[in-house]
């Protein structure tokens, strides 16, 4: 497309809202391919804990940003930012109209509307100084540090977020500059894009009775095997990866600290409740058109969708 701005399609909205089923009925019929912007499906070997969509939806419409990396690799929102753009560019390349599909704000936002991040990369001889610290001195030391140097950034940090708290110092001690302002730099603006953001919603009982459902599926699929497997292939149960939702109760279970049945409630409980936050966060942004799935349904909503798309482009 050659327009002044291209065209993308955002589809957001909570966990097993029906986003992916949605994006690929629309993909399908109007070529797209599709952008994930789910902070859990970069990962490899992460499959049934993160829904992914199957191999069978991914050979029906190309997905981008899924499997890029391994569990124990940092990744960050700038990283995601940078290799979702790169994708995006070359989907246009094709002539094609991006979809980015997913449910973790904060990586949408930092792709639609192009945030800015902190110029500040990883210091690891300045974090491993921080650690030890905090290891010697406790947390409290570091954050009264934050507290001095950034009060502003220290007032919305919890003071035992020691990871969010060194990130915090090493922003501020290589930079030179606050962290609150890089964080006000990441505050949304305009999109670079032509942008259409469409957000899925239904009823709370019906969405809640849908991840109560999706849980005992995970466990069914094979989701305590793929966590053991995880374990067996030496990835540590700290790691950022393996404390994703779902991943850390199913620990806590293959080491005697929770029933089966104990770590599936509190699967289901801390799933509805990322799902509310995950509402919170998108109801924030005025250019999201919500459409409730379950009152239309997922043929009329694409279709409404795809109606769009096309009014836009027969526009440009």
């Known amino acids: 497309m050659q327009n002044?701005?291209?065209?993308?399609?955002?589809i957001v909205g909570p966990t097993a809202v029906g986003k992916s089923e949605v994006a690929?009925?629309?993909?399908?019929?109007?070529?797209?391919?599709?952008?994930?912007?789910?902070s859990m499906q970069i990962y490899r070997y992460m499959d049934i804990g993160t829904a992914k969509p199957t191999i069978e939806e991914r050979e029906l419409v190309p997905h981008h940003m899924i499997?890029?990396?391994?569990?124990?690799?940092?990744?960050?929102?700038?990283?995601?930012?940078?290799r979702a753009k790169s994708c995006i560019k070359s989907i246009y390349q094709n002539d094609k109209i991006p979809l980015v599909v997913g449910g973790t704000g904060f990586y949408i936002n930092a792709l639609c509307y192009d945030y800015t991040f902190s110029p500040a990369g990883k210091d690891e001889n300045l974090r491993e100084?921080?650690?030890?610290?905090?290891?010697?001195?406790?947390?409290?030391?570091?954050y009264?540090?934050?507290?001095?140097?950034?009060?502003?950034?220290?007032?919305?940090?919890?003071?035992?977020n020691l990871r969010r708290?060194?990130?915090?110092?090493?922003?501020?001690?290589?930079?030179?500059?606050?962290?609150?302002?890089?964080?006000?730099?990441?505050?949304?603006?305009?999109?670079?894009?032509?942008?259409?953001?469409?957000?899925?919603?239904?009823?709370?009982?019906?969405?809640?009775?849908?991840?109560?459902?999706?849980?005992?599926?995970?466990?069914?699929?094979?989701?305590?095997d793929e966590v053991e497997k995880l374990l067996e292939m030496g990835y540590d149960k700290n790691l950022k990866s393996m404390q994703g939702l779902g991943y850390r109760q199913v620990i806590q279970y293959l080491e005697g600290r929770l029933t089966l049945d104990e770590a599936i409630d509190l699967i289901a409980r801390d799933t509805r409740r990322y799902a509310k936050?995950?509402?919170?966060?998108?109801?924030?942004?005025?250019?999201?058109?919500?459409?409730?799935?379950?009152?239309q349904g997922k043929e009329k909503i694409a279709a409404k969708i795809i109606e769009s798309i096309e009014g836009k482009t027969r526009n440009t």
Request: include cysteine; charge should be neutral.
């Open 144 to 160: 009264n540090q934050l507290v001095q140097i950034d009060p502003e950034a220290a007032a919305k940090i919890h003071p035992n």
């Open 165 to 224: 708290i060194i990130r915090a110092l090493e922003v501020c001690k290589t930079t030179g500059k606050p962290f609150s302002y890089y964080v006000k730099m990441t505050k949304m603006g305009k999109s670079p894009y032509d942008l259409l953001i469409f957000g899925l919603t239904m009823p709370r009982d019906e969405l809640y009775r849908r991840i109560n459902k999706r849980v005992v599926s995970m466990i069914e699929k094979g989701f305590i």
């Open 67 to 82: 499997d890029i990396v391994y569990p124990d690799e940092e990744f960050s929102a700038a990283d995601f930012q940078k």
């Open 129 to 142: 100084h921080l650690k030890k610290e905090a290891e010697e001195k406790g947390a409290d030391y570091l």
């Open 24 to 38: 690929i009925e629309i993909a399908q019929k109007i070529g797209s391919e599709i952008v994930s912007a789910d």
């Open 277 to 295: 936050r995950q509402y919170t966060w998108f109801l924030r942004d005025q250019n999201i058109i919500w459409l409730d799935i379950l009152e």
């Open 4 to 10: 002044k701005k291209d065209l993308l399609v955002a």
